[in-house]
T-cell receptor, first 112, second 111 residues
Framework: DAGITQSPRHKVTETGTPVTLRCHQT?????MYWYRQDPGHGLRLIHY???????DKGEVSDGYSVSRSKTEDFLLTLESATSSQTSVYFC???????????FGSGTRLTVV | QQQVKQSPQSLIVQKGGISIINCAYE??????FPWYQQFPGKGPALLIA?????SEKKEGRFTISFNKSAKQFSLHIMDSQPGDSATYFC??????????FGTGTRLQVFP
């Protein structure tokens, strides 16, 4: 989607390896979120950020960490990937209030 | 514990028919209820949203009905079209932050 890109789009990794997913925005929005999407679970919040170096845990944060050193970049790290972290990961941004979230196109991660 | 419960899981509708998707929530502090539409391979996109101070909101063929006392809200798609075939998610939050999503409904509209 315009203004937000996720990389990589697809990744296969081995159990136990660290993995970093990147979310980059050009909208200068303050709020950024990482969700994972799994069948039967919808989208679940992993971590979120309200600004540079201002991050917090969401509903399913175990095994994940994030960093935001610049307004435009929000990184999600799987410290030691497990098969249960096989999922589609979405980043979202918003200007706040009722502007709605703008989602990226997602990263399909497979942990083997 | 699922804070936002969505049904049905899947829905098949004939072209021109009405599609209805229902959601129920538990947290009475929620004050923002959006619906998102997702096509395969894409991220969800905001479709329509409502605040609890109104019982209905309409945008084109899409209507949200909201029942505060029952803690339920629903999406109605009038004159459903094949192009509406997608997965729909309801969500809820406090002040439009940290959305909590339902489990999704896959809608298929057949000509």
């Amino acid at each position: 989607d315009a203004g937000i890109t996720q990389s990589p789009r697809h990744k296969v990794t081995e159990t136990g390896t660290p993995v970093t997913l990147r979310c980059h925005q050009t909208e200068n929005h303050r709020y950024m979120y990482w969700y994972r999407q799994d069948p039967g679970h919808g989208l679940r919040l992993i971590h979120y950020s309200y600004g540079v170096k201002d991050t917090d845990k969401g509903e399913v944060s175990d095994g994940y960490s994030v960093s935001r050193s610049k307004t435009e970049d929000f990184l999600l790290t799987l410290e030691s990937a497990t098969s249960s972290q096989t999922s589609v990961y979405f980043c979202a941004i918003t200007a706040g209030a009722e502007n709605g979230y703008t989602f990226g196109s997602g990263t399909r991660l497979t942990v083997v | 514990q699922q804070q936002v419960k969505q049904s049905p899981q899947s829905l098949i509708v004939q072209k021109g028919g009405i599609s209805i998707i229902n959601c129920a929530y538990e947290n009475t502090a929620f004050d923002y209820f959006p619906w998102y539409q997702q096509f395969p391979g894409k991220g969800p996109a905001l479709l329509i949203a409502i605040r609890p101070d109104v019982s209905e909101k309409k945008e084109g063929r899409f209507t949200i009905s909201f029942n505060k006392s029952a803690k339920q809200f629903s999406l109605h798609i009038m004159d459903s079209q094949p192009g509406d075939s997608a997965t729909y998610f309801c969500a809820a939050s406090i002040e439009a932050d940290k959305l909590i999503f339902g489990t999704g409904t896959r809608l298929q509209v057949f000509p």
